[in-house]
């Protein structure tokens, strides 16, 4: 495919997964298509099914969930492969499964990156990636680590006795 074929397959893509368009979506996808993503608690998903499954949990747990790509995408001079920065905005107002979240009413606003690898006009694999940490900490409202000037003896504390904990009993089960 040329640059023009896939900038208008992305297009229409996105633009279905925004109009929540399941089986236009689907319809770009290959038959064995695999995503990675780290919401995925058993990724990456493989096969139509499985892809179209997870969109669903997407679905129903960000209800108003939208995907704005933030220009430029790049594209392989091969025509194989693509980068599309995003920014994605959500709130989490259903259940989030198969990890079984339950909704925090809280809105989430975070940035990343896709890479799409296609085969005979088809997508083949979705790359997503993303910093969790800002997406859990805005969906918990909860800061995993403390703000500058707060004294950090208790997380140096817990690092150690699970470091000791892991070599011990990783050097038991060898």
């Not at 695999?34 to 096969?47: E, H, K, N, Q, T």
């Not at 920014?87 to 009413?105: K, M, Q, V």
């Amino acid at each position: 495919m040329n640059e023009s074929e896939i900038r208008a397959l992305i297009d229409q893509f996105l633009s279905a997964w925004n109009e929540r368009d399941l089986d236009a979506f689907m319809s770009f996808c290959d038959e064995s298509v695999s995503w990675s993503d780290p919401a995925m608690l058993y990724g990456p998903i493989v096969g139509k099914a499985a892809v179209r499954g997870f969109c669903e949990n997407i679905l129903k747990a960000f209800p108003d969930f939208a995907y704005q790509i933030r220009e430029p995408v790049c594209i392989s001079k091969s025509g194989e492969r693509c980068a599309i920065p995003w920014e994605i905005s959500a709130t989490h107002l259903g259940r989030f499964d198969p990890l079984g979240l339950s909704p925090t009413n809280q809105k989430i606003t975070m940035q990343g990156v896709d890479l799409i690898d296609f085969s005979h006009n088809k997508i083949k694999t979705i790359e997503t990636l993303f910093n969790v940490l800002p997406a859990a900490e805005q969906a918990l409202r909860l800061k995993p680590f403390p703000k500058r000037g707060v004294k950090k003896a208790a997380i140096v504390g817990f690092q150690r006795v699970r470091a000791w904990w892991l070599r011990r009993y990783h050097l038991r089960s060898q």
